[in-house]
């Protein structure tokens, strides 16, 4: 009985220290697979990062998830983001307006000389104005625009001359028309007393 008990021992010795290297390795591999999570995490986190900043020095929108991601983990830079693209977006605005392309080579000389050299996103401000550039300018609405403030005056004088001449035709016309009656009219064959007699009331005789 004795060997019985002692082997019986070293049995259940065995089988626990067995279940506690099983728990041991377990915890080691679920130790590992977080630290590797957080590591691939932290890889992940930096090339979003790296990919929002190199489309804010090029001058690229971000997408609202982008946007979302840059708000939640660097606020200074999101803020400035949100600056840059105030400024495009009112450079947009500007250059629908423009009534020549003389007048949109004038707004686009004063919006980019109009920003600070020592402004620290300065190169970002001009590359995301120059997005709004090249876009604006492949649209139609560029392309159907005057090439100068002279041409459009000149079309002004234009309208207005022709609507001076369509005018003065027109008063031609009229007199021409009146003189062309006047010429019709026979003056021999006419007379008051014709007129009095032609408006008088007539009256059936009866016999």
């Given at each position: 009985m004795q060997i019985s008990f002692d082997l019986g021992t070293m049995k259940l010795n065995n089988e626990s220290k067995?279940?506690?290297?099983?728990?041991?390795?377990?915890?080691?591999?679920?130790?590992?697979?977080?630290?590797?999570?957080?590591?691939?995490?932290?890889?992940?986190?930096?090339?979003?990062?790296?990919?929002?900043?190199?489309?804010?020095?090029?001058?690229?929108?971000l997408t609202s998830r982008e946007e979302s991601y840059l708000?939640?983990?660097?606020?200074?830079?999101?803020m400035q983001y949100l600056r840059i693209r105030r400024m495009?977006?009112?450079?947009?605005?500007?250059?629908?307006?423009?009534?020549?392309?003389?007048?949109?080579?004038?707004?686009?000389?004063?919006?980019?000389?109009?920003?600070?050299?020592?402004?620290p996103y300065k190169a970002a401000i001009v590359a995301a104005l120059d997005e709004v550039i090249k876009?604006?300018?492949?649209?139609?609405?560029?392309?159907?625009?005057?090439?100068?403030?002279?041409?459009?005056?000149?079309g002004r004088k234009a309208r207005a001359n022709k609507g001076k001449e369509h005018t003065e035709d027109d008063e031609i016309g009229f007199f021409e028309e009146v003189e062309n009656q006047e010429d019709d009219f026979d003056a021999m064959a006419w007379s008051p007393l014709q007129d009095v007699i032609d408006a008088m009331p007539t009256f059936d005789m009866q016999s």
């Amino acid at each position: 009985m004795q060997i019985s008990f002692d082997l019986g021992t070293m049995k259940l010795n065995n089988e626990s220290k067995s279940g506690q290297y099983v728990s041991n390795q377990l915890t080691d591999v679920v130790r590992r697979l977080k630290e590797q999570s957080t590591m691939a995490n932290k890889e992940d986190d930096s090339k979003m990062m790296e990919k929002i900043q190199a489309k804010i020095k090029s001058g690229k929108k971000l997408t609202s998830r982008e946007e979302s991601y840059l708000k939640q983990h660097n606020q200074e830079l999101y803020m400035q983001y949100l600056r840059i693209r105030r400024m495009a977006e009112a450079l947009e605005h500007q250059l629908e307006n423009a009534n020549s392309k003389e007048e949109v080579n004038d707004i686009i000389f004063h919006a980019v000389n109009g920003i600070s050299d020592k402004d620290p996103y300065k190169a970002a401000i001009v590359a995301a104005l120059d997005e709004v550039i090249k876009d604006f300018k492949k649209s139609d609405g560029y392309t159907n625009l005057p090439s100068s403030n002279e041409e459009i005056e000149e079309g002004r004088k234009a309208r207005a001359n022709k609507g001076k001449e369509h005018t003065e035709d027109d008063e031609i016309g009229f007199f021409e028309e009146v003189e062309n009656q006047e010429d019709d009219f026979d003056a021999m064959a006419w007379s008051p007393l014709q007129d009095v007699i032609d408006a008088m009331p007539t009256f059936d005789m009866q016999s």
